[in-house]
């Protein structure tokens, strides 16, 4: 089995992201694929945009891709490592591989995923760092809302 592409599917997460962001919303975006590229859902976080905390940018793309038989042979591509919530919902189902575009912002489960036999890929991608880290400076309250920080 070939490996995708990671930085390509990235970029469909970075839209998204994107997206939040001119909505007004946290920039998290999240796009599941399967392993031959084909693209199953996206989403982004919509915690502000609809007054819901439940709305990350995993969930949203989970959602949208409806049901599968099986995620083993899925990617979970999203902008940021994944919070807790997000990081179960990896294991509950399965999904095989995580990329994240970033982990400098938020750890949050990477290392727990890797001991769990999750693939974890993370890309460092410059451009995730600077879109939540300039948000985060500009909206500390809102972001430590989202990561359940007091
Ligand atoms: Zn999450």
Redesign the pocket.
Known sequence: MTTPNYRALLETAIAEARQGLAEGGIPIGAALYRHDGRLLGCGHNRRVQENDPSV?G??DAFRKAGRQRSYRDTIMVTTLA??W??SGLVRQFGIGTVVVGESVNFRGGIDWLREHGVHVVDLEDAECIALLGDWIAAHPEVWNEDIGAD
């Open positions: 990350h995993e969930t994944p919070c919530y997000c």
